[in-house]
């Protein structure tokens, strides 16, 4: 790309925006762009993809799953795409961000989140203790 654009939603640093904002900016420019790649938040990436539909421009995004094995065998990096079972592992981690079932992944990617956050609350507590 010959252009960087930078959005942030406090305003912080560069523009006040949500990706989509200079996205859908550029995707109605006259030529549209012929591949827009999302790499990040999966509800990022969902918006991103929804974005780019309506003007038919290619959308690849970067699955971050739940992965244990590396393999496909354990199935914790199983989605949808197009209709069919994918396994990020092994498939992806690059998908037609079109055909992605967004709200399956995001809601197996919840599925463990009971334990993500006494595993986050557990480290912290292990970091204040150590720091005394």
């Given at each position: 790309a010959d252009e960087h654009i930078v959005v942030t939603?406090?305003?912080?640093?560069?523009?006040?925006?949500?990706?989509?904002a200079?996205?859908?900016?550029?995707?109605?420019?006259?030529?549209?762009?012929?591949?827009?790649?999302?790499?990040g938040p999966p509800i990022m990436m969902k918006f991103c993809a929804e974005t780019t539909r309506p003007f038919g421009v290619k959308t690849l995004?970067?699955?971050?799953?739940?992965?244990?094995?590396?393999?496909g065998m354990c199935g914790g990096c199983r989605v949808s795409v197009g209709g069919e079972t994918k396994?990020?592992?092994?498939?992806?981690?690059?998908?037609?961000?079109?055909?992605?079932?967004?709200?399956?992944?995001?809601?197996?990617?919840?599925?463990?989140?009971?334990?993500?956050?006494?595993?986050?609350h557990k480290c912290h507590l292990e970091l204040d203790g150590a720091a005394r």
């Open positions: 939603d406090d305003g912080s640093f560069g523009r006040k925006a949500l990706v989509t200079p996205l859908k900016e550029l995707c109605s420019a006259s030529p549209p762009p012929a591949l827009a790649v999302a790499i995004v970067s699955l971050n799953t739940i992965m244990i094995d590396g393999t396994f990020v592992c092994v498939d992806g981690p690059e998908f037609d961000g079109h055909l992605v079932d967004w709200d399956g992944m995001m809601s197996r990617l919840r599925s463990y989140k009971g334990q993500e956050d006494d595993a986050h």
